[in-house]
């Protein structure tokens, strides 16, 4: 069983920075194989999708945090980061890191995917 635990969060002023981690524990070595999701939900507002990285080290973000915000991984602690930089009030929210587990089905003989979730670390940003 994947178990991610997020850590990091708190309370920053505006501009300022913030690093999260997320640590998988229980996936052994599938752990570098798998892309990891970086979410975040403010009060009022769905999920949204921020920023991700691939087995490849390949890097994607959301347009409200793309230039600010920094996804990495290291493989060898099961541990992914977000840095988070230059942050402004709109960058409040609940923030969970997300390991879509894909493996085959011999019952369904298909592919299927389980989303495994960290348990959310708010982040605050206010003057």
């Known amino acids: 069983q994947v178990q991610l635990l997020e850590s990091g969060g708190g309370f920053v002023q505006p501009g300022g920075s913030l690093t999260l981690s997320c640590a998988a524990s229980?996936?052994?070595?599938?752990?570098?194989?798998?892309?990891m999701n970086w979410y975040r939900q403010a009060p009022g507002k769905q999920r949204e999708l921020i920023a991700n990285?691939?087995?490849?080290?390949?890097?994607s973000y959301g347009d409200s945090v793309k230039g600010r915000f920094t996804t990495s991984r290291d493989n060898a602690k099961n541990t992914a980061f977000l840095q988070m930089n230059s942050l402004k009030t709109e960058d409040t929210a609940v923030y969970f890191c997300?390991?879509?587990?894909?493996?085959?089905?011999?019952?369904?003989?298909?592919?299927?995917?389980?989303?495994?979730w960290g348990q959310g670390t708010q982040v605050t940003v206010s003057s």
């Open positions: 990285i691939t087995s490849d080290y390949s890097t």
């Open positions: 229980g996936a052994g070595t599938f752990f570098s194989i798998y892309t």
């Open positions: 997300n390991l879509p587990w894909v493996f085959w089905n011999d019952e369904s003989r298909a592919f299927e995917t389980r989303h495994y």
